[in-house]
């Protein structure tokens, strides 16, 4: 681990150390095509990209060139250009830790947003108001700004402004100590933005989880998000996001009681936000270093630490900061046996606890997430009803279907001669029927069929027997919800349009299945293979021989339904999933699904074929699948799909 700290160490230098040198060209040229502009829209533009160019290394270049910037914007009396100016400006003087005069910037630029009509930009400023109230402690203020926020970028459909108000409300989550409540806000966060692919954001989720994960001391799991951020924000050039990686590995290391390591971390960040003088995150990693300082023994460097960082924490308004400094004085005292000063730091530690998180803003944090959780619901409760309309639809035209079948049926007994003539047209009939039901439920855009799972995999292959290559029995399809994806094969004995009916029921029990129990998990399988075998109306079609295998993805995770049906390749070695529960995929791991209506002989003469392929190169696989699947004694109905992450 100490090698790993001072090659993050050397790494984050001479990442620093090129980032300043390649900005001073781009930045020069800004500068002169600044002097040589006359437009004043011209001139705005190239004050924003210079203000821009010093976010992440220079807080007071990047303010003055914003500062600047408004001047244009109020002579030219642009109100969309003030507005952005205020927000950038009280943004960056969020980042400084002087939040009152950020408080006031902001709230000048939402009023301005607000008059323009601009639906997301004021929600954005709503959100950083939030953060505000969040530094100051006042969680139940901070909250009431997120969910306002979250509410605007649901009715607009602004999926990146969703993933942000879910990061801000996990944060209460996190600072109320509720981590799983916390991951689950900060994995919405994640996912968004692995879609969008959102570097930056990526590793910001990335550094949330692993600190909740932190906290409920699950610590290899938090070290791995934090690894995943700090290559990100390295590879990004992003100095602020490397330091507080750095910072937030210090206090793992501190856990694990690893303290030259953490030492050495935490005086990486400090240097860092010091160079960027962030006075917040300076606060806070003094605090850090106190407290490893103090596990050493050196209480009197200690204590240093802790009184400057409670100045800041005093001077800025960070509520936590000034709690855990008067906490952590009272320790240093004790080992002291100053009883006195201790018990005198105690209780003021306890009265800013008691006013961050009293009774009536705990109350008033709960009424917020329950009238948030209300409207969820109310709004999931309108999306089954429509749902519930389009089955009683379904339902009504497949009874119109039987009825239409029991009229042929009598007129094939009572037509003897025209017998194989009604039968061609009961199935023209019948698979018209169904085609339109199909063009109706097609849609709501739900049930995807084919292989590609963009954002999982990044390659895939079937293999199955071609005995009788004018039939197609073997289907996959997925669709996505509330963060997971849901994907299942379905072995057909007689294929056709009868696979509408299976896909608009599939995603009906699981969605139902997941709104009970606020999971996905073997009960599932039950419920749709026992749905598959008694169904009326489906057995009624003669589908007799179907056979479903499914698992569910999250994220990197994956959940195997089917557990007797799935392998893995993971960390060079080949695994069988013995039972249902979730593993987490990395790159270049490879999921293999199998299976076939043939029972448990068939089943073990297709693992054996997955084993005996899986050391070949994954291009190579599907050929050599399909000759060993054609030399078995097998079903037609035999498959093996691959997936690689």
């Known amino acids: 681990m100490q090698k790993l700290s001072l090659i993050a160490l050397y790494a984050a230098c001479t990442m620093l150390f090129n980032l300043g040198m390649a900005q001073n060209s781009p930045i020069d040229s800004l500068n002169q095509a600044f002097e040589r502009q006359t437009s004043e829209a011209d001139r705005y533009r190239i004050l924003s990209e210079l203000a821009i160019a010093y976010s992440d290394s220079n807080y007071e270049r990047s303010l003055e060139y914003w500062q600047k910037a408004i001047e244009i914007a109020e002579r030219t009396k642009e109100r969309h250009w003030i507005a952005n100016a205020l927000h950038q400006i009280g943004f960056s003087y969020m980042k400084m830790g002087e939040f009152k005069l950020s408080l006031e910037n902001l709230e000048s630029a939402a009023a301005i947003y607000y008059y323009l009509d601009s639906a997301k930009l004021y929600a954005g400023i709503q959100n950083d108001i939030g953060l505000i109230y969040r530094n100051w402690g006042k969680y139940d203020k901070a909250l009431e700004y997120y969910l306002n926020a979250l509410d605007i970028y649901r009715q607009i459909g602004y999926a990146e402004g969703i993933g942000i108000a879910s990061n801000s409300i996990g944060q209460i989550h996190f600072y109320r100590e509720n981590y799983p409540k916390a991951i689950e806000f900060f994995r919405e966060y994640l996912d968004i933005n692995e879609v969008k692919g959102n570097k930056r954001a990526i590793a910001g989720a990335s550094n949330n989880i692993a600190s909740a994960y932190m906290e409920l001391g699950q610590l290899d799991e938090a070290l791995e998000y934090y690894l995943k951020s700090l290559q990100i924000y390295d590879s990004l050039g992003i100095s602020i996001g490397v330091a507080i990686i750095q910072d937030n590995i210090g206090s793992l290391y501190y856990k694990q009681n690893q303290l030259d390591n953490a030492l050495l971390y935490h005086q990486n960040a400090l240097d860092i936000f010091e160079s960027l003088k962030s006075v917040s995150r300076i606060c806070y990693?003094?605090?850090?270093?106190?407290?490893?300082?103090?596990?050493?023994?050196?209480?009197?460097?200690?204590?240093?630490?802790?009184?400057?960082?409670?100045?800041?924490?005093?001077?800025?308004?960070?509520?936590d900061a000034e709690s855990d400094c008067n906490r952590l004085l009272s320790d240093c005292y004790v080992k002291l046996n100053d009883y006195p000063r201790a018990y005198g730091y105690l209780l003021t530690h306890i009265a800013i606890k008691d006013s961050i998180l009293n009774s009536e803003s705990i109350q008033k944090i709960e009424e917020l997430q329950a009238r948030y959780e209300s409207e969820m619901k109310e709004q999931e409760i309108n999306a089954i009803n429509a749902?519930?309309?389009?089955?009683?639809?379904?339902?009504?035209?497949?009874?119109?279907?039987?009825?239409?079948?029991?009229?042929?049926?009598?007129?094939?007994?009572?037509?003897?001669?025209?017998?194989?003539?009604?039968?061609?047209?009961?199935?023209?009939?019948?698979?018209?029927?169904?085609?339109?039901?199909?063009?109706?439920?097609?849609?709501?855009?739900?049930?995807?069929?084919?292989?590609?799972?963009?954002?999982?995999?990044?390659?895939?292959?079937?293999?199955?027997?071609?005995?009788?290559?004018?039939?197609?029995?073997?289907?996959?399809?997925?669709?996505?919800?509330?963060?997971?994806?849901?994907?299942?094969?379905?072995?057909?004995?007689?294929?056709?349009?009868?696979?509408?009916l299976l896909n608009i029921n599939v995603y009906n029990i699981a969605i139902e299945y997941f709104q009970l129990h606020g999971e996905f998990n073997q009960g599932l399988q039950d419920k749709i293979n026992q749905f598959v075998t008694t169904d009326p109306l489906f057995q009624s079609l003669g589908e007799n021989t179907i056979s479903l295998f499914s698992f569910v993805l999250?994220?990197?995770?994956?959940?195997?339904?089917?557990?007797?049906?799935?392998?893995?390749?993971?960390?060079?070695?080949?695994?069988?999933?013995?039972?249902?529960?979730?593993?987490?995929?990395?790159?270049?791991?490879?999921?293999?699904?199998?299976?076939s209506g043939n029972g448990k002989d068939s089943l073990n003469e297709i693992r054996k074929i997955?084993?005996?392929?899986?050391?070949?190169?994954?291009?190579?696989?599907?050929?050599?699948?399909?000759?060993?699947?054609?030399?078995?004694?097998?079903?037609?109905?035999?498959?093996?799909?691959?997936?690689?992450?």
């Not at 199955?464 to 963060?483: C, M, T």
Request: glycine share 6%; net charge positive.
């Open 387 to 500: 749902k519930l309309k389009t089955q009683r639809l379904f339902f009504l035209l497949s009874l119109i279907f039987i009825v239409a079948l029991v009229v042929w049926a009598a007129l094939m007994f009572f037509e003897n001669r025209r017998r194989k003539s009604a039968l061609k047209n009961f199935e023209l009939l019948r698979n018209h029927i169904f085609q339109n039901i199909s063009q109706n439920l097609s849609n709501l855009e739900m049930v995807k069929k084919g292989f590609n799972l963009e954002g999982y995999f990044t390659a895939w292959w079937d293999a199955r027997l071609q005995n009788r290559p004018e039939r197609e029995n073997h289907y996959f399809f997925h669709f996505s919800y509330k963060g997971y994806t849901f994907c299942y094969a379905v072995l057909n004995g007689q294929p056709n349009t009868c696979c509408d």
């Open 285 to 319: 990693t003094q605090k850090n270093l106190g407290q490893v300082l103090l596990a050493q023994g050196n209480i009197k460097r200690a204590i240093g630490l802790f009184e400057a960082s409670l100045i800041k924490a005093k001077e800025i308004g960070l509520k």
């Open 554 to 595: 999250q994220g990197n995770r994956i959940f195997s339904l089917c557990p007797e049906n799935m392998a893995y390749r993971q960390f060079g070695s080949f695994i069988f999933s013995n039972a249902g529960q979730w593993i987490n995929l990395r790159p270049d791991d490879i999921v293999y699904l199998y299976g």
């Open 610 to 645: 997955v084993k005996s392929i899986d050391l070949m190169e994954f291009a190579e696989q599907k050929e050599l699948a399909n000759n060993f699947l054609q030399t078995l004694e097998l079903n037609d109905d035999a498959f093996i799909v691959a997936f690689k992450v």
